[in-house]
């Protein structure tokens, strides 16, 4: 299918056709896929959880709220944020773009590179992504302000703001997982409708991870598509500038 196919043959599914099983390699693909997706910065602060097991997908089912569209799933994916994990991921991507600047940057250019990169997820990216109460999000903030008065500078820093960064990251995944989906040809759903503590319990996940998206996937029957698409007019959407 081309993009524009595969843009209108997603559609949010709220029932799925019990007798038309889904292949979980095919999934896994689509969630290989998921991962070339950006992250801020390419911090890479989540997680996905593919569920296959009839006895998890009934807990997951009812964490959802009992909707019809995790009831008649065949599988689903519960993505979440790993904000915890900053200091691993800042340390390996450091790795990574020291070894890529030796790979791809002329000889004379390297250094400076691999000191930059070194600054970046060395220091900035552990002072941006660690919390304590609020604190450091206050201290961030306060540095923010009073650089900003001389130059442009990212303003959303608190440990609220970080935390809005991570989950549209993840987010950014969930989608390209779904238009993944799409291309392969079976439905998704992504369900805001849940009780994360069922969610995390029915998965065994630690209390640091926050759940992102619930997406339940299978083959739609025909009631499983609730009409037609309802869009706001385009005009009121669309600014040139």
């Known amino acids: 299918m081309s993009l524009q196919e595969i843009l209108n043959h997603r559609r949010a599914t709220r029932h799925y056709d019990p007798s038309k ?16 997706a950006p992250t801020s910065s390419n911090m890479q602060l989540w997680e996905c959880y593919h569920v296959t097991d009839k006895a998890v997908l009934a807990k997951l089912a009812h964490a959802c709220l009992d909707q019809l569209s995790a009831r008649s799933a065949q599988e689903m994916v519960v993505f979440v944020t790993r904000q915890d994990l900053y200091k691993r991921h800042a340390e390996a991507a450091r790795k990574f773009e020291e ?16 000191k930059k990169w070194d600054l970046y997820y060395g220091k900035v990216m552990p002072f941006l992504y660690s919390r304590c109460l609020g604190v450091w999000g206050l201290v961030r903030k306060l540095l923010a302000q009073c650089v ?4 442009p500078i990212v303003r959303q820093v608190s440990e609220g703001d970080v935390r ?6 993840c987010a950014l995944a969930v989608q390209t997982f779904m238009l993944a989906m799409s291309e392969a040809g079976y439905d998704t759903c992504p369900l805001e409708g849940f009780d994360s503590r069922l969610v995390k319990k029915a998965l065994g996940l630690p209390h640091k991870v926050e759940i992102n998206m619930v997406v339940t996937c299978g083959v739609r029957l025909p009631d499983g598509v609730w009409g037609d698409r309802y869009r706001q007019p385009f005009d009121e959407t669309y600014h040139r500038v």
């Not at 099983?21 to 070339?36: F, N």
């Open 148 to 151: 900003g008065l001389t130059r």
């Open 99 to 114: 070894e890529n600047q030796r790979r791809n940057s002329p000889a004379e250019k390297q250094e400076k590179r691999i």
């Open 21 to 36: 099983p889904i292949d979980p390699e095919r999934v896994k693909q689509c969630l290989q896929l998921a991962t070339l």
């Open 164 to 169: 809005v960064v991570v989950h549209k990251s």
